[in-house]
């Protein structure tokens, strides 16, 4: 799931406007839109690229693998089919930006807002409880990933030293710890994903290291001469048959993740400019970034195990081990933690926000949590320190940090958050709202249609939790806690 260049909307959602404008027939006038707010100048392209940068990110990195798993056949097949689904509840989505009228009705600015208007009740609930538990999640797979990419940039530097004589065992902790240490130094800036510069830095960075996993993957094609891999994936044998079928199960999971972008859809509408509608500009967006991201997608994971074979590694940046051009591979691994340190911060903005919210709500008097200190910096606006978030975010970060080192599996736990973000927020939630917004009578055919991709999505969500489960559990079973090294 990729990644930052989301975040830029959902903090302007607490400021009210009561400006009285002469308000033209259109319903906005010259500087402002019908809501009140500064008119919004996004157009195809720039949704188009805000979502590229959104999905492009570490889920890259387990396509090889999950394509190994699947094999020629049904690998490309289930890219294809859940670009489909994505591109499909996408523009499901799309239409309930708006309640009520599509040109004028009211504006929900974030998915929240949409379930709220739309669906209500506990259902809102739920939809924030899965939302955040999935943010969490993001938060302790970027944790694993950027301390892979840590250990391949030390593990690689320290072979080419030695000319390959020394084994070079690491221990991922140390490189855990300074990326929590990292984190929590960064999540104490205010308003930390609203930094323009962001966007484009993750752009740059995500690119940089796919292009090379991609690039790498077609050399090793070139060198050995083969296109390596079967058509039925990763043979019995190498693996035994039940583990083949969790591991396809997981596969689902990690290609899922890799497409999960629905959350920050109604935030990136929110940018567009109308006419023409924001739900009709939105689908134009969708339909090609879902389309570049599958041939990219495509690309990385078919290249990946066409070089690697039954042996495609859950990184694909670490499989390359210890090959010349080192520095490439140190480049994209360098790019790798640049982009997730930045991703992490953006993902975990919503979640911060709505504790503080929430804890402010609960306890209005007390000065831990609402007084805010200002600590002048010569040469810059004075910071504002407030101890409960000095507090909170810290511990939020520990924790995280500490799960990571005692579940350090990067594709299990990608193919469980790929697994569980999956079905309610892809596909489940738009849908309702769909069918609320647009009065789908109960039994009709579209409703029948609309129910059954439902339950299949569902049923696929179910296998891929279970597969990943399944592979964290083998995963134990061959493990001491906090001792995880390469």
Same mark, same amino acid.
């Given at each position: ?41 996004? @157009? ?65 600015? !974030? ?19 899965? /939302? +955040?538990?999935?943010?969490?999640? %993001?938060?302790?797979?970027? !944790? ?8 391949? *940039? ?29 984190? #929590? ?18 752009? %740059? ?5 796919? @292009? ?25 044998? @190498?693996?035994?048959? !039940? ?87 140190? *480049? ?5 933690? #640049? ?29 831990? #949590? ?63 709202? +769909?069918?609320? /917004? ?12 609309? /129910? ?8 696929? @969500? ?25």
């Amino acid at each position: 799931m990729g990644e930052i260049g989301a975040g830029k909307n959902h903090l302007h959602n607490n400021q009210v406007f009561d400006l009285s404008i002469d308000v033209l027939p259109q319903g906005g006038s010259k500087c402002f839109d019908d809501d009140g707010r500064l008119k919004r100048t996004g @157009t195809v392209w720039t949704a188009s690229a805000h979502i590229i940068t959104a999905v492009i990110g570490s889920g890259v990195l387990s396509l090889a693998w999950a394509t190994a798993q699947l094999g020629w056949v049904a690998g490309p097949a289930v890219m294809f089919l859940f670009s489909f689904v994505t591109y499909y509840t996408s523009a499901l989505l799309a239409a309930c930006y708006r309640s009520g009228d599509p040109v004028n009705g009211k504006r929900n600015y !974030t998915y929240m807002d949409a379930v709220r208007s739309n669906l209500g009740g506990i259902k809102v609930k739920i939809c924030g409880w899965i /939302q +955040y538990l999935n943010l969490f999640g %993001v938060a302790i797979g970027y !944790t694993i990933a950027s301390s892979i990419s840590m250990m391949a *940039i030390k593990r690689s530097n320290c072979f080419h030293a030695s000319g390959g004589k020394n084994p070079c065992h690491l221990n991922s902790n140390p490189y855990m710890i300074a990326f929590g240490i990292a984190e #929590i130094i960064l999540s104490q800036i205010p308003d930390f994903d609203q930094l323009w510069w962001l966007s484009i830095v993750a752009a %740059v960075m995500s690119f940089t290291y796919s @292009t090379i996993g991609l690039g790498l993957g077609i050399a090793k094609v070139a060198e050995t001469g083969k296109i390596r891999g079967s058509l039925t994936g990763i043979s019995v044998g @190498t693996v035994t048959q !039940t583990q083949k079928i969790w591991r396809s199960f997981q596969a689902l999971g990690d290609i899922a993740f890799a497409y999960s972008y629905s959350l920050i859809l109604i935030e990136i509408q929110d940018t567009l400019k109308a006419p023409p509608s924001e739900s009709k500009t939105m689908k134009k967006a969708t339909l090609l970034s879902v389309g570049v991201t599958t041939l990219f997608y495509m690309l990385c994971g078919c290249m990946g195990y066409a070089a690697f074979g039954d042996l495609s590694p859950g990184n694909l940046l670490t499989g390359f081990g210890f090959y010349n051009p080192f520095w490439l591979l140190d *480049i994209a691994n360098a790019a790798i933690v #640049i982009h997730l340190v930045g991703a992490y911060q953006v993902y975990c903005q919503p979640l911060f926000a709505f504790i503080e919210k929430s804890a402010a709500e609960m306890f209005p008097d007390s000065e831990f #949590i609402t007084k805010d200190i200002k600590i002048p910096i010569p040469a810059f606006r004075p910071y504002s320190l407030n101890l409960f978030r000095l507090v909170w975010r810290t511990l939020f970060v520990i924790i995280t940090t500490l799960i990571s080192m005692l579940l350090p599996f990067f594709n299990d736990i990608v193919g469980l958050l790929g697994a569980l973000g999956f079905w309610p927020l892809t596909v489940y939630f738009p849908v309702e709202m +769909y069918i609320s /917004q647009k009065k789908i009578p109960k039994w009709s055919t579209r409703w029948l249609c609309l /129910q059954i991709l439902s339950i299949a999505c569902l049923i696929i @969500t179910i296998a891929a939790a279970a597969g990943s489960i399944a592979g964290v559990v083998l995963d134990l079973k061959s493990y001491k806690p906090f001792s995880t090294g390469y």
